[in-house]
Structures are given as C-alpha cells and as structure tokens.
C-alpha cells in the first residue's frame, strides 16, 4: 500500500517537474523574443523621429508650398510615432514584465520540486528499512509496528507529497 502511494507521489513528481522544465524553457523564449521586438520596435521609433527631424530641416530651406506640405507630414508621421511609443509602452507593461515574474514563480516551483525529491527520497529509503527489518524479523510485530508509526508520524509533520 506504501509502495503504491510512492510510486504515485513518483509520477506527480515527475509530471511537475516536466512541466515546470517547458514553463521554464518556453515562457524564457517568449519573453526574450518578445523584449527583442519591443526593442526593435523602439528602434524603429527612434529612426523615425529622426526622419521627422530631417524632414523639418529641410522644410525650413524650401519653399512656402512646399515648406507647409513637408511640416504637414512631419506632423502626421511624429503622430504615427506616438501611437509606436504607446505600442511599446503597453508591450512592455503588458507582456514582457508579466513573463519575466514567471521566472521567480518558476525557481520557487523548482525549489519546491527540489524539497519534494528530497521527502521523497527519503520516505523511499524508510520503505526499504522497513521491508529489511520485516524480512529480519518477520515475527517481532513491535518493531516492525514502531517503525511504521514513526514513518507515518514523520510524513505527517512533513508532508512534501504532491497531492
């Protein structure tokens, strides 16, 4: 019955850990794919207001037409720039600060999979000496009796189990 509890625990065990490996794998490629983005796209921000800048210096050295037009969509393109700057903004509030906390929220689970293994183990290890001391002295009831009550006192003061 034991046995069959800890190789249950065993399996949860192991699924968390798989699951906690692809969150940790896959979240850490969105969020760097996704920081690469909002950076490129704050580059491409930034490039463009240059070229409002540059096309402003050459609207002052044209004519009074062609000056009006130039300023006009130096106006038009800065504007497109500020809906950019928001688009940024928001990206980053939004998507990239949530994903990076996911990689506290992993270490923790990682931690907590780490305690798990080690519970674990050692109930695996008190399962074995107390098959070794049923197999010694399968007639000593009150030895076999104590050790079994102090595993299951020990795994209710510590239960590392998954469930």
């Known amino acids: 019955m034991m046995r069959r509890t800890l190789e249950n625990r065993n399996a ?16 850490g490629e969105l969020c760097q794919i996704f920081a690469a983005y909002v950076r490129k796209t704050a580059r491409l921000r930034d490039k463009a207001d240059l070229l409002v800048n540059e096309i402003n210096e050459y609207a002052a050295t044209e004519t009074p037409h062609l000056k009006l037009g130039l300023m006009n969509f130096a106006d038009e393109f800065a504007k497109l720039q500020d809906y950019r700057q928001a688009e940024v903004e928001r990206l980053e509030a939004k998507v990239v ?7 506290t929220i992993v270490k923790m689970k990682r931690d ?3 305690a798990t293994f080690t519970a674990r183990n050692r109930e695996a290890k008190q399962l074995t000496q107390l098959e070794r ?8 009831r009150h030895v076999i009796n104590f050790e079994e009550f102090s595993m299951k006192r ?9 469930c």
Do not use: C, M, W
């Not at 949860?12 to 979240?27: I, R």
């Not at 020990?154 to 998954?162: A, E, L, T």
């Open 154 to 162: 020990r795994n209710i003061r510590n239960p590392y189990s998954v």
């Open 12 to 27: 949860q065990t192991k699924q968390l850990q798989t699951a906690v490996s692809n969150v940790e794998k896959h979240f």
């Open 133 to 140: 001391t049923r197999q010694r002295n399968p007639s000593d």
């Open 112 to 114: 907590d999979l780490k």
């Open 97 to 103: 600060e949530p994903l990076k906390a996911y990689g």
